[in-house]
């Protein structure tokens, strides 16, 4: 029987970065992955590297820094996979999205960016004017003016799983694809996981299976605490709002962000409660909750209406959720790691902090 430092239960890329970290610090790795590495929710995203601007509103400044420090690293390490993308959201009339609140945010988040050397440039408050030439179909929403910022986003998701498995590879890691988990336990010697073919020992097991957790056997004394999950699914539409401009529009207490795709555009993201899902199970959309989608934004932007004739794909996800609130699934600020006894399961929540994310994960078994 092959024996391991650590075997990573799946190869999203929340599994690929514990496995880059664990490489690194030159243990033996293993990565299990029913599929292909970097598919399921890693695939199917907005595609959106988010700073931390956002978190300045409710003063979450630790989450600032990392969501910056990830979002240049990112920038930096897989300039071939992701390019800056402009991004504006219109200002209100008060409160702390109107310009003063917004403009004073703007210079301490610029301040934030030099700090972590972040390659983007600075936000800035632009004019109601400037605004109805980028988007003339809203000018009325921007008469105000528009915060405009630059996010990064992912034109090649494929090169950054690809440059993952490789610098993995590279440093003497496994990657075995097609590989279904049945059960991990633990003796006295380590953990044993058993998949449909073979089974591998290992010092030490970190389950990023996500939705996936209960298709695979654990002994309960080993694992986390079970959350609640949501699809969270975005559609692909025809119609273009804008070719390079993205910008987020709220409407009926919800936030709708519409990025460029090529020649289209990706709108989203909406949340809907899900169970866990089976070992081969894969999650879809349906008509019910398309139809719903389609309500809520036509009804928010009414100048941008979409329908399903103009959808051409739909990306859907599942992510770990605190609570169904009264506005639906409320999601985690940032991932949830547990560990026991050299066990650890990560539920991600966010793509663009994959490198912490991994780096606190392989700590959390020490």
Known sequence: MEHYDLI???GGVSGLAVAREAVARSRRVLILESDVCGKATSDNTLRIIHGGFRYLQSLQINRVFRSLGDQSYVCRQHADAVRPLACLMPLARVGLKSRLPVAAAAVAYGVAMRLMRSPLAVPRVISGQKF???????????????????DAV???????????????SSAGGMIRAGSIVRSVRKDASGFIVTTAEDQYSSTSVINTLGPWLNSVEIQADLRGPRPLWCKGFNIITRKQLHPTHAIGLEGSGRLFFCVPRAESTAIGTWYVPVRELGVTEKPSVSDAE????????NSAVPEFQISRGDIIDIDVGVLPMKRLGAKGPELYGSEIISASRCYAEVLSTKY???????????????
Do not use: C, H, K
């Open 8 to 10: 990573v239960l799946g």
């Open 290 to 297: 398309l139809d719903q989608f389609l309500a809520a934004f």
């Open 352 to 366: 663009t902090t994959f490198r912490s994310q991994g780096v606190r994960a392989v700590a959390a078994l020490r």
């Open 154 to 168: 992912m034109a090649r998701p494929d090169l950054i799983v690809s440059a993952l498995v490789t610098e993995i």
């Open 132 to 150: 109805a030439e980028l988007f003339p179909l809203l000018a009325g929403r921007g008469s105000r003016g528009a915060l405009w910022w630059n």
